[in-house]
Nanobody, 125 residues
């Protein structure tokens, strides 16, 4: 499975960005995709993930009400619409893919097997 993420950039606080991640390769048994981020000096955290089978979604508390994850009908692309961006959202954002991720496991990075290259999001205050 290959993941190609795009859409990062520099934006002022309060602005918006939309990240996209396209999955290719052996994805026929996909279970979940999502977004993770790593800020300088911090560990990578789960931002938002979606279960492909039942559409269940996880958001970390700090992005609830501001970020929206979605998928397209081709079942190959996941998006992250980020609104009301804050300086603390600055990080490298990674797309992840997991073959065996149940709805109850969406928050855990350990269930995601494949990772994209990362896209930088910088929010200036």
């Amino acid at each position: 499975v290959q993941l190609q993420a795009s859409g990062g950039g520099l934006v002022q606080a309060g602005g918006s960005l939309r990240l996209s991640c396209v999955a290719s390769g052996r994805t026929s048994s996909r279970y979940a995709m999502g977004w993770f981020r790593q800020a300088p000096g911090k560990e990578r955290e789960t931002v938002s993930t979606i279960n492909w089978r039942d559409g269940s979604i996880f958001y970390t508390d700090s992005v609830k009400g501001r970020f929206t994850i979605s998928r397209d009908n081709s079942w190959s692309t996941v998006y992250l619409q980020m609104n009301s961006l804050k300086s603390e959202d600055t990080a490298v954002y990674y797309c992840g893919f997991g073959r065996r991720v149940t709805s109850g496991e969406l928050r855990s990075q350990s269930y995601f097997d494949y990772w994209g290259q990362g896209t930088q999001v910088t929010v200036s205050s």
